[in-house]
């Protein structure tokens, strides 16, 4: 049974950082693409972060030269540093991975960046 659990989210202030993780079991990060999604209340769910098998990057524009997706192989945990976040980041941030025939999704962890 493939499981991708996130952790790290939370209340910040503006300016301030995060560290997400997106602990996976039943499946191998380091074979798929894994990828940092968030949806914030009315709008649709976008990528923020994608990371390939061959260790390609992938950011969106709203995050690049803020957010940084990395991956411990030896773990099997994934991450997505995010540094100088705005009000504008506050979402649930899922992490995705899997194949063309299956994808998998985590729960969500909420990030709320406010004063």
Do not use: H
Not at 11 to 22: A, T
Not at 37 to 42: E, F, I, K, L, V
Request: charged share 15%.
């Amino acid at each position: 049974q493939v499981q991708l659990v996130e952790s790290g989210g939370g209340l910040v202030q503006p300016g301030g950082s995060l560290r997400l993780s997106c602990a996976a079991s039943g499946i191998l990060l380091r074979i798929y693409t894994m990828g940092w999604y968030r949806q914030a209340p009315g709008k649709q769910r976008e990528l923020v972060a994608a990371l390939t098998s061959d260790g390609r990057t992938n950011y969106a524009d709203s995050v690049k030269g803020r957010f940084t997706i990395s991956r411990d192989n030896a773990k099997n945990t994934g991450y997505l540093q995010m540094n100088s976040l705005k009000p504008e980041d506050t979402a649930v941030y899922y992490c995705n991975s899997g194949g063309r025939i299956s994808q998998y999704w985590g729960q969500g962890t909420q990030v709320t960046v406010s004063s």
